[in-house]
């Protein structure tokens, strides 16, 4: 239905910032709500934080609440994530996401296309 690239991943120390994009083909980006998930080596992949397709209400894992911030701009078919006061341990591979599900759902087998994933690491 639609295919999703991340860009905007790299190096930083800690306490900076880093702004990633997810670029949406297709013309149905606005039917889905959109979500940032993220997996470090050995550990599960975890949602991080995930905006509705409707009325753009948004979620955020506790560990990432207040420090990072989640957009879609529609028009553009490209969805954000601008992260600030970065800590060691959001290191990780991050994936962007779509779901055709109401709400903000949270869960991975809620998601039905992911990108390719963008790596973040942030040294301390």
């Known amino acids: 239905q639609v295919q999703l690239v991340e860009s905007g991943g790299g190096l930083v120390q800690a306490g900076g910032s880093l702004r990633l994009s997810c670029a949406a083909s297709?013309?149905?980006?606005?039917?889905?709500?959109m979500g940032w998930f993220r997996q470090a080596p050995g550990k599960e992949r975890e949602f991080v934080t995930v905006?509705?397709?409707?009325?753009?209400?948004?979620y955020y894992a506790d560990s990432v609440k207040g420090r990072f911030t989640i957009s879609r701009d529609n028009a553009k078919n490209t969805l954000y994530l601008q992260m600030n006061s970065l800590k060691p341990e959001d290191t990780a591979v991050y994936y962007c996401?779509?779901?055709?599900?109401?709400?903000?759902?949270?869960?991975?087998?809620?998601?039905?296309?992911w990108g390719q994933g963008t790596q973040v690491t942030v040294s301390s």
């Open positions: 905006i509705s397709r409707n009325d753009g209400n948004t």
């Open positions: 996401a779509a779901s055709r599900n109401w709400g903000t759902p949270t869960a991975r087998n809620e998601y039905d296309n």
């Open positions: 297709g013309r149905t980006f606005n039917t889905y709500a």
